[in-house]
T-cell receptor
Framework: EAQVTQNPRYLITVTGKKLTVTCSQN?????MSWYRQDPGLGLRQIYY???????DKGDVPEGYKVSRKEKRNFPLILESPSPNQTSLYFC???????????????FGSGTRLTVV | AQTVTQSQPEMSVQEAETVTLSCTYD???????LFWYKQPPSRQMILVIR??????QNATENRFSVNFQKAAKSFSLKISDSQLGDAAMYFC??????????FGAGTRLTVKP
């Protein structure tokens, strides 16, 4: 089954304790992206990657890191989480628009992160 | 940068009635794609309908249709014969040719039995 697998689904952690949210896709998509969803703000892009070893900042990158060492994996790293990073996080992937005819993203099932 | 605006934080509709969710966007591009996503309590992002900007014909998927007004930069979603299962958060989204996708703040739809 074609999908984006995101883990964990729920995570509660303490301020300052490094954590990683994993994201893996099995569709050979070049493009991958991380979003955070907050009430009244919709989904905002944190980081994205156009291909292996190519990553770039989105609208809200502060406090986050990513890596793209393999095409299928795009982990999100919070090296020193703070309470303002409490949010719902989504990983998404897609083919390039030129190949996909703009069919949009496939989303992971989301990670609810709470930082206390 | 492109922006997407959903001016209705909450909407309510009676079961079997029709409801329209509004969305406007701002862009200087001529070629792009527009989407409506549904997010039920399960949190999954489900694609409802998509529209290519170069197509004048409005997209339709069963009970879901859009009113795409390119000059006005408007992309509203009409849900006909509303069902209890339509209750969810709905997000309007804009995607440019570089794969960048922007979302509105969302509209929470309640369906009353």
């Amino acid at each position: 089954e074609a999908q984006v697998t995101q883990n964990p689904r729920y995570l509660i952690t303490v301020t300052g304790k490094k954590l990683t949210v994993t994201c893996s896709q099995n569709m050979n998509h070049e493009y991958m992206s991380w979003y955070r969803q907050d009430p009244g703000l919709g989904l905002r892009q944190i980081y994205y990657s156009m291909n292996v070893e190519v990553t770039d900042k989105g609208d809200v990158p502060e406090g986050y890191k990513v890596s793209r060492k393999e095409k299928r994996n795009f982990p999100l790293i919070l090296e020193s989480p703070s309470p303002n990073q409490t949010s719902l996080y989504f990983c998404a992937s897609s083919l390039r628009v030129s190949a996909s005819l703009g069919y949009g993203y496939t989303f992971g099932s989301g990670t609810r992160l709470t930082v206390v | 940068a492109q922006t997407v605006t959903q001016s209705q934080p909450e909407m309510s509709v009676q079961e079997a009635e029709t409801v329209t969710l509004s969305c406007t966007y701002d862009t200087s591009e001529s070629d792009y794609y527009l989407f409506w996503y549904k997010q039920p309590p399960s949190r999954q992002m489900i694609l409802v309908i998509r529209q290519e900007a170069y197509k004048q014909q409005n997209a339709t998927e069963n009970r879901f249709s859009v009113n795409f007004q390119k000059a006005a930069k408007s992309f509203s979603l009409k849900i006909s014969d509303s069902q209890l299962g339509d209750a969810a958060m709905y997000f309007c989204a804009y995607m440019s040719n570089n794969n960048d996708m922007r979302f509105g703040a969302g509209t929470r739809l309640t369906v009353k039995p």
